[in-house]
Every structure is written in structure tokens, then in C-alpha cells.
């Protein structure tokens, strides 16, 4: 009987500390992201998407993205289901607003942000893993800066 309510308390806590809702100030996550050499990844997605959950099981847990994310990027995971609130140059309010504010409430989504929180580029829809892992390296090596994502995968800059 003692185990069976020392189970109960733990699952109810479990369940009241996942209801709690998270305040995301993204302007602050850019800024500390950028001392460690990193650039801001927001990733949008929602509940019950199966293209969300096909491009985190087959794309964001692939071994070859994983390093490089772990390595380049901080990655910032936004359901829009939650009850998160998000502060983003000037705005504030839930994760589905904050989409929507940016342009991006299609599902998922991948937004890269500089050291002040500029969007520098975005990925809207489910993007394979392949595709995902030319993105990562178009940002992370700066190519962003000189030329459009078309022109450095046609350059085999990608590659």
C-alpha cells in the first residue's frame, strides 16, 4: 500500500510538472548562444503532426545531424501546443502566436536565428535528413551571409 501511493505522489508530480508552462525569451537564448560560438536553431512544431514527428525521428535524431546540432546550434523546441510563452524582439506571447508573427505557422518548421535574434534563414515543411544535414552546414559555415541556399547547393558547397 506504501509503494502504491509513493507511486501515485510521483506520477501526479510528474504530470503538474509537465503541465508548467515555460517562459522562452529567445532574444536572451541568441544572445548567451552566440558567447558559445553557436547559432540559435527554433524549431516549431505541433501536437499530433505527423510531419513533425517524422522529421524528429528520422531527421533531428539521425546520428550525423545530432553532432552537428550538438556542435553548431542550440536548438530551441517549440510545440505551439504548449502553453509556453515566447518573447521575441518586442513581442510576447504563446508559442502559436509567436508563429504566427514570424510567418512560419506551417508545421514544422526550422528557423535559424543570429546573436540578435534576426531570422537569417528558415526551412518551413518536414525536410529529410540528407537536405537538413546541407542546411546545417550552410549555416554554420557562414555561406548565408554570401549567397542563397539554391546557389550554394548548386555550387556543391553542400555536399
Known amino acids: 500500500m506504501y509503494n502504491q501511493r509513493i507511486i501515485t505522489l510521483f506520477v501526479l508530480a510528474l504530470f503538474f510538472f509537465s503541465l508548467s508552462a515555460r517562459d522562452i525569451d529567445l532574444n536572451r537564448i541568441a544572445r548567451d548562444t552566440a558567447k558559445q560560438k553557436k547559432t540559435l536553431l527554433v524549431w516549431l512544431h505541433k501536437k499530433d503532426c505527423g510531419y513533425c514527428e517524422a522529421m524528429y525521428e528520422f531527421t533531428l535524431r539521425d ?46 518548421s526550422s528557423l535559424f536565428m543570429n546573436a540578435d535574434a534576426a531570422l537569417i534563414f528558415a526551412a518551413p515543411g518536414y525536410v529529410e535528413k540528407k537536405d537538413f544535414f546541407n542546411m546545417l552546414g550552410y549555416v554554420s559555415s557562414g555561406a548565408y551571409k554570401s549567397m542563397n541556399y539554391d546557389i550554394y547547393k548548386k555550387t556543391g558547397a553542400g555536399k
Open 63 to 108: 546520428d550525423k545531424v545530432a553532432a552537428v546540432l550538438a556542435s553548431s546550434f542550440q536548438l530551441v523546441d517549440i510545440n505551439i501546443n504548449d502553453n509556453d510563452t515566447v518573447t521575441y524582439n518586442g513581442f510576447k506571447g504563446s508559442g502559436h502566436d509567436f508563429a504566427k508573427h514570424v510567418g512560419y505557422n506551417f508545421y514544422p
